[in-house]
């Protein structure tokens, strides 16, 4: 029995071919053309992305592609969403182009597509074929993996990952010590941080590097007070702060909401002499901006001219975000022309998406989607942020539909959904608690989980017991033997 009711503009969307997870094209007609003879990485990804592991091999190993770690590396990125793709086409000319080697920054691609997916053993096996093949691996590849330790909640694991490092021939020095540390404040083990840096002083002799690390890491989590001890430290061992760390503490302060705190430290500044830069004033404009004050923030801009530093791309940014958020998108707008208009400073992606989040945030889609098309008189493409912004303003309107559509659009290999596309377009298929859509959700779901994405229980049981009320056991049984193989627990419901 076909699950969506025929005729309905959701039934329609999902038969059309924009919907690539739905309705695949057929495996054997997915080949490069002879005629082309240096195919794309775009064209290769999405050959790769539309073949089965069977004609893949056939299509890649034409002769007229010639493989460069340039372009290996670019289809990598291009693949980045979908991980089992990627490690195919990693592996296929691993295996079956003898003439070609990968680099090792190829395999530092791959390695990190493997941790991403949690998939440990597949990640290390990858180190020791770079080992095998006398490419590595390098202090990078192993702060890789203790990064993915780390944001997977297993910081011990990337302290382990550290510790062996001359297991694989790589002498732990106070750069790799000093990215161990970063990598744990980064994923809020500051405390972790600062007891291996207690630990191992002897070993390694803190720098200034070292110290701005771990001030960042409580800043990070709101706890000032710990950064100025941290502070303290490094002064009476003689290490002199630099603007790294005066910025550091400026953003700590306003990160924590003591905004009387970070104006009275940016006066100290200036009165100690130091020389303000750009990044002090992006974070003082930025800063102000999100605690409401706009005219704070514009009035630090127009001082920050006048004392003859020039505003980079990211002042821009924090200005244009300050205005969408607490003034008028109309007057973001304004300065976004301008800025684009006279080339003082041209235009990236963020700020684009900043600009596309303000109009989705009054409502107005359609400018929107026009700064979107705009992306390209700048020579950019819109990213996996840029579609979710407007995924997920599209959903909260209740337009399930055009945001389906936009989802649609992401599946030609040039930019592909990630996690966070799949969850919001999954919790949105559950508000106007139709079959239909919880037939979606399911699908969109089996999707997530084909593309290397491991979905929370949560996500996996809502959309079961969707499926169970609204009649679809079938695909609700579907769902739970999938649920199974992810290693999930499965619920024990009569289907």
């Known amino acids: 029995m076909f699950l969506f009711q025929k005729g309905s503009h959701l039934h329609r969307l999902l038969l059309s071919k924009k919907y690539y997870y739905h309705f695949p094209l057929p495996r054997n007609a997915v080949t490069i053309a002879d005629s082309v003879e240096h195919p794309s990485d775009a064209t290769i ?3 790769v992305l539309e073949s089965d ?3 893949v091999s056939e299509a890649l190993t034409k002769p007229t592609i010639q493989w460069t770690p340039d372009l290996v590396n670019k289809v ?3 693949l980045w969403n979908h991980g089992p793709k990627a490690l195919q086409f990693f592996k296929h000319l691993d295996r079956h182009h003898p003439s070609y080697t990968h680099s090792p920054s190829s395999f530092d691609h791959a390695v990190d597509i493997a941790a991403r997916m949690r998939d440990f053993n597949s990640a290390w096996a990858l180190v020791g074929r770079m080992r095998s093949l006398r490419l590595g691996p390098s202090p990078k590849t192993l702060a890789i993996l203790a990064e993915r330790y780390a944001s997977n909640g297993k910081p011990h694991r990337a302290v382990r990952t550290f510790l062996s490092m001359a297991e694989h021939g790589i002498r732990q ?3 790799s010590f000093n990215t161990l540390l970063d990598i744990l404040c980064k994923s809020k083990r500051v405390e972790t941080a600062h007891s291996l ?4 002083t002897s070993r390694f002799r803190p720098d200034t590097v070292t ?10 989590i709101k706890r000032t ?5 941290v502070l303290k430290e490094m002064v009476q061992r003689g290490i002199e702060p630099t603007m790294v760390t005066y910025n550091t503490m400026l953003k700590g302060y ?3 909401n003591q905004i009387k705190e970070a104006w009275e430290f940016y006066l100290e500044m200036k009165k100690r002499k130091c020389e303000i830069d750009v990044v002090t004033y992006t974070t003082v404009i930025h800063g102000f901006g999100v605690a409401g004050d706009v005219k704070k923030a514009k009035r630090v801009f127009h001082e920050m001219v006048k004392e003859g530093v020039v505003p980079n791309v990211a002042t821009y940014n924090a200005l244009i975000q300050v205005l969408c958020k607490k003034d008028s998108v109309e007057n973001a707008v304004v300065v976004f022309e301008e800025m684009a208009r006279e080339g003082v400073c041209v235009p990236n992606v963020v700020t684009y998406n900043v600009v596309i989040r303000g109009l989705c945030h009054v409502g107005d889609m359609e400018r929107a989607l026009g700064f979107m098309e705009r992306m390209g008189e700048h020579g950019l493409r819109a990213c996996v942020q840029t579609y979710n912004v407007v995924i997920r303003y599209f959903c909260d309107a209740g337009e399930v539909e055009k945001a389906l559509e936009v989802f649609g659009k992401m599946g030609d290999g040039s930019c592909l959904p990630n996690l966070d596309t799949y969850n919001v377009l999954i919790s949105a298929m559950f508000v106007r608690k139709k079959s239909e859509d919880l037939v979606v959700a399911g699908k969109l779901l089996m999707d997530m989980v084909d593309r290397g994405f491991l979905p929370r229980k949560f996500t996996f049981n809502r959309v079961l017991n969707g499926l169970v009320i609204t009649g679809n056991q079938d695909f609700a049984k579907e769902i739970l033997r999938m649920q199974s193989r992810c290693g999930r627990i499965v619920r024990r419901l009569k289907l």
């Open 76 to 78: 990598m990125k291009r």
């Open 173 to 175: 020095d106070l750069h």
């Open 197 to 200: 840096l207690k630990t191992l």
């Open 225 to 229: 007070p710990m950064a100025l001890r």
């Open 53 to 55: 592991p069977r004609t």
């Open 211 to 220: 110290y701005n690390i771990l001030a960042n890491g409580y800043c990070l």
């Open 254 to 256: 306003f990160r924590s």
């Open 45 to 47: 990804a999405k050959l």
